[in-house]
């Protein structure tokens, strides 16, 4: 039976459409990967080795080693994570882009951008909102897909690359890739003026060819789930606190209550941000509370 090296494009109800050099094959998987499905066995941009059936369609026979993984939405073999909020309509929620921001470091991706779309929008001084993550060590992008503000440069850090574009409902991810490339044609939705929130228009990832690389528009969503992270390494996945970790009086350091903390001395130095700081007590509370109520039904 002739095997297939080919990349997961896009999987949908059962089905995986891998690319190989001649063409896209719709494939099922073999019976042993089903299981891990739920675990994120395999999913979409994972390498792999299909066999073909009579019929043209293919089964999945390997899972090929793993580069990266983005944990949610699940995208395999990234380079780089564009996290793509609106400046208003939907309003930005500093502590939904943090949390956007642990989810991608605790992803082990190393290239995190910040794309703010609809810019002229914000209300107040979007220049010293952003700068507080610039400092922290990220990209960011300013953008506008209706005034096609910014479009040159994302380009620029879109070619050659594997891209996901993942952020809320709403933000205009589809419209921005669409200015980029109008052959894309993406469906687009406009924001609910009952909710305040966007509506999905996206409904699975898929790897879009682009510029020698892949760009991957992915289905809006605003609720996270975070509590896997051990407590111990959250305060790692905020680039900023990494050069005090190691300089608090006790060890391990929760950081929250402690004295003689090293990043509590920081942050009351000015070197860390208060508003960063403050989203990482809440997300610490959060996968605190997470954890208890796990181990609590465990033990019922």
């Known amino acids: 039976m ?16 891998v690319q190989t050099e001649q063409e896209l094959v719709t494939c099922k998987l073999r019976g042993k990967f089903k299981k891990t499905r739920k675990t994120q066995g395999v ?5 792999v080795i299909i ?9 999945v026979e390997e899972q090929l080693p793993r580069e990266s993984l983005l944990r949610r939405p699940a995208v395999a073999n990234v380079t780089q994570v564009i996290l793509t909020f609106a400046a208003a309509q939907p309003d930005l929620h500093p502590l939904l882009l943090n949390r956007f921001l642990v989810l991608a470091e605790w992803s082990g991706l190393h290239n995190i951008i910040i794309c703010v779309n609809k810019s002229d929008l914000y209300d107040g001084d979007i220049a010293a909102f952003l700068s507080l993550y610039e400092q922290a060590g990220y990209k960011v992008l300013r953008v506008s897909a209706k005034e096609k503000q ?3 440069e994302l380009r620029q850090v879109l070619a050659g690359q594997t891209t996901v574009f993942a952020g809320p409902s709403g933000v205009g991810k ?3 890739l669409n200015v980029i490339d109008e052959s894309l044609s993406l469906a ?4 609910s003026d009952k909710i305040k929130r966007g509506r999905h228009t996206t409904r699975v990832a898929e790897l879009l ?3 020698g690389g892949f760009i991957v528009d992915t289905p809006g969503f605003s609720a996270m789930e975070l509590g896997e992270i051990p407590l111990e390494d959250l305060a790692h996945y905020f680039p900023e606190f990494c050069p005090c970790l190691g300089q608090c009086r006790f060890a ?5 209550h402690e004295p003689d903390c090293g990043i509590k001395e920081a942050l009351a130095a000015g070197e860390i941000s208060q508003e960063r700081y403050d989203a990482y007590l809440t997300i610490y509370k959060e996968i605190q509370e997470a954890q208890q109520l796990k181990r609590k039904k465990e033990y019922k």
């Open 2 to 17: 002739d095997r297939e090296e080919g990349r997961i494009i896009k999987a949908y109800n059962s089905f995986f459409y």
């Open 43 to 47: 999913v979409t941009g994972d390498k």
């Open 188 to 191: 687009t939705g406009n924001v």
């Open 209 to 211: 060819p682009y510029a």
């Open 150 to 152: 910014g479009m040159e």
């Open 174 to 176: 589809s419209s921005l």
């Open 252 to 256: 391990p350091c929760s950081h929250t």
């Open 51 to 59: 066999s073909r059936l009579p019929d043209g369609t293919g089964v």
